[in-house]
């Protein structure tokens, strides 16, 4: 069982920046790949970016790519998302969720998470 904890939502206007974090707990995180979704409010759970084991192969959703960063430091249990340039349609519950396969690639599919967090709220005002 992992068990995560993210933490660094808040409210942030348009053009400023936010970073997440998620921490998770177990001894076997440095094999983990690792995802931030989100979820806006009558919208379906989607992917935003994904990060493999190593940190060497990363994914991001066209919506965000140039915008946010996926990061991860093994030793700290922890995963990373930086949002920059944040717009209002940013707006949504951020969710960090585990990939426990070792793959050397970043996990794309949500049917391959088997762990989630419990979310925390970003809302970028206009």
């Not at 933490?7 to 400023?16: C, D, I, P, R």
């Not at 995802?35 to 970016?49: D, I, N, S, T, Y």
């Not at 965000?64 to 707006?91: C, H």
């Amino acid at each position: 069982q992992v068990q995560l904890v993210e933490s660094g939502g808040g409210l942030v206007q348009a053009g400023g920046s936010l970073r997440l974090s998620c921490v998770a707990s177990g001894r076997r995180f440095g094999t983990y790949g690792m995802g931030w979704f989100r979820q806006a409010p009558g919208k379906e759970r989607e992917l935003v970016a994904a990060i493999s084991w190593s940190g060497g192969d990363t994914y991001y959703a066209d919506s965000v790519k140039g915008r946010f960063t996926i990061s991860r430091d093994n030793a700290k249990n922890t995963v990373y998302l930086q949002m920059n340039s944040m717009k209002p349609e940013d707006t949504a519950d951020y969710y960090c969720a585990v990939d426990s396969a070792l793959t050397s690639v970043a996990p794309i599919s949500e049917t391959e998470y088997e762990y989630w967090g419990q979310g925390t709220q970003v809302t970028v005002s206009s």
